[in-house]
């Protein structure tokens, strides 16, 4: 899995909305302690607490924080399967293309 990770650039960000930059991603993974959030494709996420604890809604059948629900809308969009913070440094997975077997 480690190979596949790359490192966020600013440039990454050129399209999306405000706040979501390197920053913003730091700075939640810092206020939420968080390890890695992972996409799944549809709307089903998951994230990881650095003690390796799941970081779930704060109430049952409820939402993620504002915060990390930005994040996961983000990754939704851009085709993110994997955002994790390693040794300071947010790192990124693209979810694999799909290849088009009709023909056209």
Known sequence: MQEDLVEFQEADFEFAAPPMSK???IRVFEKYDLKFIAYFGG???YA???DEEPFVPFYGNT???DEVEFIMDFMAKERISLIMCEDGSMMRKSAP???DDSGL
């Open 23 to 25: 920053d913003f991603l």
């Open 43 to 45: 709307d089903m996420f």
């Open 48 to 50: 990881e607490m650095t």
């Open 63 to 65: 939402y993620y924080v």
């Open 97 to 99: 293309m799909l290849s």
